[in-house]
């Protein structure tokens, strides 16, 4: 129902996925490379989550920012705006400093500068710390506070600590010269599905018109469901049972 591994390097509709897990109280003994009864996978590519990524960092960070990546401090840097970081899906030097700036405000300085410490110790590829909180602000984080006095919602926390990538994942590289390019019909497409239980979602480079309504639509009212309600994957595991349409798309 999804490709393994899961792969990060690769354009193909669905290739990049991530574990929505358990509450830590519930989990168990969770499965290594493949998703737990009752545990969700949110799929997509790696140029598409870029791109809702800096798309979201432009919002959350608002007209001016900074992070000094080199000396992993809040404070400092060179000074940004939302031009710096357009939705291309590509990784950049100011993609990087926009994920530490976000986690100065959210979980704090400390996250940040471990985030920062794992980007420029990486060479080839982008390591799992970096990735699973672009996947998290991405799709699941609607607000931050300041550098000063960073806050996150607590289901948003909630959800950030509990998303995983299975041990056989294949990590995006970190060269902006190596890019994911996804099919024109699949550049904005995400789904969010229980392996389980729900039919495996249609990319629009499939499915045609009716493969992007219907696990496009799907994907995004579950994700807007979650974030108004705050409550993490609890939430997201109940209102998967009564999916809903939308017919409204936006961005």
């Not at 984080?141 to 294949?170: C, D, K, Q, S, W």
């Not at 799907?218 to 974030?227: H, T």
Request: some cysteine.
């Amino acid at each position: 129902m999804y490709p393994q591994p899961s792969d990060f390097r690769s354009g193909a509709p669905g290739s990049a996925w991530v574990i929505i897990g358990l509450p830590a109280s519930t989990a168990g003994e969770r499965p290594t490379n493949t998703a737990a009864v009752g545990e969700g996978i949110l799929a997509s590519q790696w140029d598409v989550i870029l791109k809702r990524f800096q798309t979201k960092a432009q919002a959350l960070l608002g007209p001016s920012w900074s992070y000094d990546l080199v000396n992993k401090s809040c404070t400092g840097g060179t000074p940004r705006t939302p031009e710096s970081i357009p939705a291309v899906g590509r990784w950049t030097q100011a993609t990087a400093e926009a994920l530490c700036a976000l986690l100065c405000r959210s979980l704090g300085p400390t996250f940040a500068a471990d985030a920062a410490d794992a980007i420029n110790r990486s060479t080839d590829t982008l390591p799992e710390g970096v990735v699973v909180p672009v996947l998290a602000f991405a799709f699941f984080v609607t607000h931050v506070g300041t550098v000063a006095a960073p806050t996150i919602g607590a289901g948003e926390r909630t959800t950030y600590f509990e998303l995983r990538l299975p041990g056989n994942v294949r990590l995006p590289y970190k060269s902006d010269i190596i890019n994911v390019q996804s099919a024109a019909a699949d550049s904005e497409w995400f789904a969010m599905f229980d392996p389980h239980t729900d039919a495996a979602p249609v990319p629009p480079s499939a499915g045609g018109a009716r493969g992007s309504s219907s696990g496009l639509t799907f994907g995004r009212v579950l994700l807007g469901v979650a974030i108004a309600g705050g409550v993490g994957y609890a939430l997201w595991s109940a209102t998967r049972e009564k999916p809903r349409r939308n017919p409204r798309r936006s961005r």
